[in-house]
């Protein structure tokens, strides 16, 4: 019998993070993943990939719309759609093989197979074949992830009606899709397709896009897809989604009572995700879901059963990988007995569209409905050098600062590079700096980053320089 200290079961950030830490403070650990490559969801079919592809159609996007402008002829465009799909695999083998490696380098046990819990402190192993091994484990860590979610009166046949996973795998380029859902997930492969030529709807049930984000992102973020010929449909309501062989079509009705009919090659279902404990055998360890299927867990995100944890999308909060992964740290850190701590309202978010949208801390909705007093600091894009020089001038960078101690309470942006510039608004929250501590911070110019200083001064007493 294979005997840890610790057991992962997962592999995703969250689940390879934590081994890796449980290894580095000397504890034998193994680490258990369904799939033969390692890395879960995000870094098969969904971050990396995703990211992948999202790269390539930009710079189709850019060649074919901007090019000219910079004084580059590149003659007629064509879209090689296989090799595209083919260099967003290779991205993921390189990357899930550096996984591999960190396993070996940390001499952490990788057991390939299906693992589920006879009691607190034996998980069993079944691989494909049937074959079974059992681990004993002093603490276990439950790191399984999520899988999209779907209405219940929508079936998915992979076919034509279709998740984010075989988004990221269609063998040609499709004439046209529809995307049901307008938060992150559908706006990045919307947005892939748009570039590539494809005419993308998007049905969004609220009134915005990215609805979990500041107002103001959503409705610069639409301003921006619309340019590359997205059309969208908020306020509006699926009720039924039908495929044949070479098409579907989608009812909906608008919020004036309207019916819509969209007919696509292809509907992709982009409505959220959900945990996925399937087979672990929880009821064996007397550990039941809550009503959104989350595994519940004390602040040291312990479960009820003392010796097995629970992280990233299994359990409450964001569905991000970096959260997994802070987690992940996190809760070895509490095995070995030392006192990690996570901020949960500094884990950004990102969309990874172009422009980029990032967002830390409270939104305006949120500090109006707490009925906090803030001031806000905005600039745009347009006003910025940089953003000119490189032709990316949509979007803006808004602070919100307490009113009262001009701490900044709240980040949001949408524009160029922004996935890289919200690192400084989390420093800065860490670290409870006020606005007028980044505005008299030098920047280097012409840089995207000045937006965040202008962005700042704006806060202080309205001070901004370049507008």
């Not at 719309?65 to 003659?75: D, L, P, Q, T, Y």
């Not at 390939?112 to 819990?117: A, I, L, Q």
């Not at 969208?232 to 579907?248: G, I, N, R, Y």
Request: include cysteine.
């Amino acid at each position: 019998m294979n005997t840890y200290q610790v057991v992962v079961i997962g592999s995703g950030p969250g689940g390879y993070i934590a081994a890796i830490r449980c290894a580095q403070l000397g504890m034998k650990t193994a680490i258990i993943e369904k799939y033969n490559s390692l890395g879960g969801t995000c870094l098969n079919v969904g971050c990396i990939p995703s990211k992948a592809l999202l790269d390539s159609s930009e710079h189709y996007y850019n060649a074919s719309a901007h090019f000219g402008e910079h004084g580059i002829g590149v003659g007629k465009l064509t879209i090689d759609f296989p090799q595209m799909i083919q260099r967003k695999a290779g991205v993921v083998k390189q990357t899930t093989e550096g996984i591999q490696y960190l396993m070996k380098k940390n001499k952490i046990d990788v057991f390939t197979g299906h693992g589920s819990f006879k009691d607190s402190t034996t998980v069993i192993v079944k691989n494909a074949d049937g074959k079974e091994e059992t681990l004993k484990a002093e603490k276990v860590i439950i790191a399984t992830g999520s899988k999209p979610a779907a209405p219940g009166f929508i079936k998915i046949d992979k076919k034509r009606i279709i998740t984010s996973t075989e988004a990221l795998s269609l063998e040609k380029l499709p004439a046209s899709m529809v995307v049901i859902g307008g938060g992150i997930i559908g706006c990045e492969l919307g947005s892939v397709y748009a570039r590539l030529g494809t005419k993308v709807h998007i049905v969004e049930y609220m009134d915005s896009l990215i609805p979990t984000m500041d107002k103001d992102l959503g409705k610069d973020l639409m301003r921006s897809m619309k340019k590359i010929g997205v059309e969208f449909h908020l306020s509006t309501k699926v009720t039924d989604v039908k495929a044949t062989a070479k098409q579907v079509t989608l009812h909906a009705t608008n919020k004036k009572e309207e019916a819509v009919e969209i007919k696509a090659e292809y509907c992709l279902v982009a409505v959220g995700r959900k945990p996925y404990t399937d087979g672990l055998g929880l009821e064996n360890i007397g550990i039941e879901m809550n009503e959104r299927g989350q595994i519940p867990v004390n602040e040291h995100l312990q479960t009820k059963v003392g010796n097995v944890y629970a992280i990233g999308d299994v359990i409450e909060g964001a569905m991000l990988a970096h959260k997994a992964e802070e987690e992940g740290v996190f809760v070895a850190e509490v095995i070995a007995g030392q006192k990690p701590h996570i901020n949960y309202l500094l884990i950004p978010g990102v969309v990874y569209t172009w422009p980029e949208v990032a967002s830390v801390g409270y939104s305006e909705q949120q500090l109006k409905e707490q009925g906090v007093s803030y001031k806000s600091g905005k600039f745009p894009f347009s006003a910025s050098g940089r953003a000119r020089a490189s032709m990316n001038t949509d979007g803006f960078v808004k602070v919100l600062a307490d009113a009262a101690t001009d701490e900044i309470v709240g980040v949001h942006m949408i524009g160029p590079r922004t996935a890289d510039m919200i690192a400084e608004a989390v420093v800065a929250m860490e670290f409870k700096a006020s606005a007028e501590d980044i505005s008299r911070m030098s920047h280097a110019h012409p840089t995207y980053t000045e937006a965040f200083k202008e962005a700042c001064l704006a806060a202080t007493e309205n001070r901004a320089l370049n507008i």
